[in-house]
């Protein structure tokens, strides 16, 4: 992708495909119903389709019918071979879950990138539930069925791994609760209490009592995805004279650390028409061109936008100030080493920050220099890394930016529909 800096009044209204974090849960839950489900706004993208792939190798019918997926789950089948799982972390822990739930033996492997992803967080807890997995990495096979309930401390908040146990406790004997050291993404379990599973919250701490009949089907639209609407929110915020509008955005409080931080930075982003959808708390967002001072992000809000942080970066590079994160080394297990790659490559930028084992912190306001930077397989460095080329006094190549089909297909058609001066690399 090339990027033709200096842009300026990219204005518009943006329509968001579902949430990449609800659309795997949805999807799951609907294959583990012997009924047949209707999901509307799945995200579809290569992320998604590894979910989907997996779940069709195993049996589940998975049709497209204009917008909607229907879904047909039940028994799952074994497979011979190993379930690919593509770069998707979301995809690899959330099938290791479920399939420990099952009378059912697979092994579960995907790119290289994904193979260096630990999963000792999470098969630890699924082995004291009577899991077998014979690894800690990818590929690793899972034998399921007949899992035992559990109370155990989850000792780094996790959406992912608090879903794939969840999904691991719905056929247990007994309870399971978890506990976890701050919050963490919900979705999980308002998407089974709206499905009728027994499942309690209280703080950090979550119990599930297993299913005493078949999981039902699911009949539910996904909100647009907050961490993609991220990207469009910075777009408005950073380039001058620009407007833009999305409709129909998560807004769970689990999610809303980025939209927080900008209005912090004194962005002007206006929250309208609030309502639940799915049970699901959703608004309508506009974002125009602001003045950026500086913040420092630590502790349970790092978490809260633990997904953000590449564009959050970008960001800071244009506030006024001393920008400081800290408590973020969870970056460093993402698709790639989201803090050494996204200083080494906002380097090749011509911006200077400094490093540290769990953050970063920068100056600014900075000028951005146009250069050909990299991707790293990460769909999120790829989209940050096109935005800070927007800024720049020339052409920026993104190496790589293929990456965004991972979580935001049609990104650089999106930016050229808003006014943008991108070329795309041809498919």
């Known amino acids: 992708m090339k990027v033709h800096g200096r842009a300026a009044n990219l204005c518009g209204s943006v329509a968001l495909a579902g949430d990449k974090s609800m659309s795997h849960r949805a999807l799951l839950h609907a294959a583990l119903s012997p009924a047949r489900s209707t999901l509307r706004n799945v995200l579809r993208a290569g992320v998604t389709a590894a979910m989907i792939g997996c779940l069709q190798r195993l049996g589940v019918s998975i049709e ?17 071979d190993a379930l690919h799982c593509g770069n998707s972390g979301t995809t690899l822990r959330l099938m290791l879950g479920a399939i420990a739930s099952q009378p059912l033996r697979a092994t579960l492997s995907g790119t290289p990138g994904l193979q260096r992803r630990p999963m000792q967080r999470l098969a630890d807890p699924l082995r004291l539930m009577g899991a077998q997995i014979d690894n800690d990495f990818a590929p690793l096979t899972v034998s399921g069925g007949a899992l035992r309930g559990i109370d155990y401390a989850i000792p780094v908040a996790s959406a992912q791994v608090k879903a794939a146990l969840l999904l691991a406790a719905l056929h247990a004997s007994g309870p399971t609760t978890l506990r976890e050291p701050g919050p963490s ?36 639209t996904l909100p647009a995805d907050m961490s993609a609407a991220a990207f469009m929110l910075a777009v408005a915020v950073l380039v001058p004279g620009s407007s833009i509008q999305m409709q129909g955005v998560g807004i769970n409080p689990t999610r809303t650390g980025f939209l927080e931080t900008l209005q912090e930075m004194g962005a002007d982003i206006r929250i309208t028409n609030q309502r639940v959808e799915g049970g699901e708390p959703v608004a309508d967002l506009e974002a125009h061109h602001s003045a950026l001072r500086a913040v420092e992000i630590g502790g349970v809000r790092v978490v809260r936008m633990i997904d953000e942080f590449p564009i959050f970066a970008v960001l800071a590079t244009q506030a006024a100030g001393r920008t400081v994160v800290r408590d973020a080394a969870e970056l460093r297990l993402k698709e790639s080493d989201r803090i050494t790659v996204l200083a080494g490559e906002l380097r090749q930028l011509g911006v200077a920050l400094t490093e540290h084992a769990d953050g970063f912190e920068l100056h600014g306001p900075q000028a951005i220099q146009p250069a050909a930077v990299a991707s790293h397989g990460d769909h999120r460095l790829a989209m940050s890394l096109a935005i800070a080329g927007l800024l720049a006094p020339g052409t920026t190549t993104v190496h790589g930016a293929d990456a965004v089909d991972e979580s935001f297909p049609g990104f650089g058609a999106v930016l050229q529909q808003l006014g943008a001066a991108v070329e795309v690399d041809p498919a």
Do not use: C, F, I, K
């Open 64 to 80: 497209q019918a204009g917008a909607e997926l229907h879904v047909q789950g039940g028994a799952w089948q074994p497979v011979p």
């Open 185 to 220: 993404r919900d979705h999980s379990e308002r998407m089974l209490r709206a499905l009728g599973v027994d499942v309690r919250s209280e703080e950090n701490v979550v119990t599930l009592y297993p299913l005493s009949a078949a999981l039902p089907a699911s009949q539910v």
